[in-house]
């Protein structure tokens, strides 16, 4: 796994270094670029062979939602957004359930 934690400056660079990474077998890469910019995601989900988790520094249902909308249900090598989501599981898990879409949490203070 590799976590850029929303580093990466552009969706060029996310795309060159995902291009680097794609053969090397890795579970996921996270965050290369600011979690917010879905549509970003979208490019990047399409390009790349390795799957990249989103959510991670979503803060309350609201965003949980918005991600929701503009990337769709989690989808493996993803062709719309974020290939799966991580979610605080407090902000998240109740609308996840409801909405059918598969989770993994981040972190449970």
Do not use: C
Request: avoid cysteine.
């Amino acid at each position: 796994m590799v976590d850029y934690n929303q580093s990466l400056s552009s969706v060029a660079e996310a795309l060159h270094r995902g291009r680097a990474l794609d053969e090397r077998g890795l579970l996921w890469i996270e965050e290369p670029i600011r979690h917010d910019d879905y549509a970003s995601y979208k490019v990047i989900s399409r390009e790349l062979k390795t799957p990249h988790p989103l959510g991670e520094n979503f803060n309350g249902p609201e965003a949980v939602l918005e991600a929701s909308e503009s990337v769709g249900q989690r989808l493996y090598y993803g062709r719309r957004g974020a290939d799966w989501r991580r979610h605080r599981l407090a902000a998240a898990a109740g609308i996840a359930a409801a909405s059918g879409i598969e989770m993994s949490s981040h972190l449970m203070p």
